[in-house]
């Protein structure tokens, strides 16, 4: 059988509890016509990058999907009819990943402590050296003072 990544967004207003409870029903659905969900992970509430039908954040959450393409086909038109699924995307894959994803892999990382923090301007800190720039230079024609006043 074919092997699939799908990613789908719940609205922000909808609890924890009811995202599980709404990924129980996919992962029945699709295995009751003979296909199986290998990984199923929750990234939580994370915000979106544009406003979709006036959410600004979502539950993400990746299922790994070994099932006919019949049955990712209704489990999709059954996520575009629910009114609690905010976007789904499914991508076909040569193998399923055994380890988290990159989405968990991120957020159990703990190198983030060895980081500097604060430092100033921007988003690069205040104590990078930017090195000479040399004079600054003006391309623009100047304008005489004795020119105006003709």
């Known amino acids: ?62 299922l790994n999907i070994d099932a006919p393409a019949s049955a990712v086909a209704e489990m999709e038109r059954q996520m575009g009819i629910s009114e609690d699924i905010l976007r789904f995307m499914t991508i076909k894959v040569d193998e399923l990943e055994e380890q988290p994803s990159a989405m968990l892999q991120r957020r159990d990382r703990d190198d983030r402590d060895d980081r500097p923090r604060g430092g100033g301007r921007g988003f690069g800190g205040g104590d990078r050296d930017r090195g ?16 105006e006043s003709n």
């Open 1 to 62: 059988m074919p092997l699939y990544e799908h990613v789908f967004l719940a609205r922000q207003d909808v609890t924890s509890q009811q995202v599980e409870e709404m990924t129980a029903q996919y992962k029945q659905l699709l295995e009751s016509q003979g296909g199986e969900v290998a990984k199923t992970e929750h990234w939580g509430v994370k915000p979106l990058a544009y406003r979709i039908n006036k959410n600004r954040k979502a539950h993400y959450t990746l």
């Open 132 to 147: 000479d720039r040399g004079p600054r230079r003006d391309d623009r024609p100047r304008r005489d003072d004795s020119e």
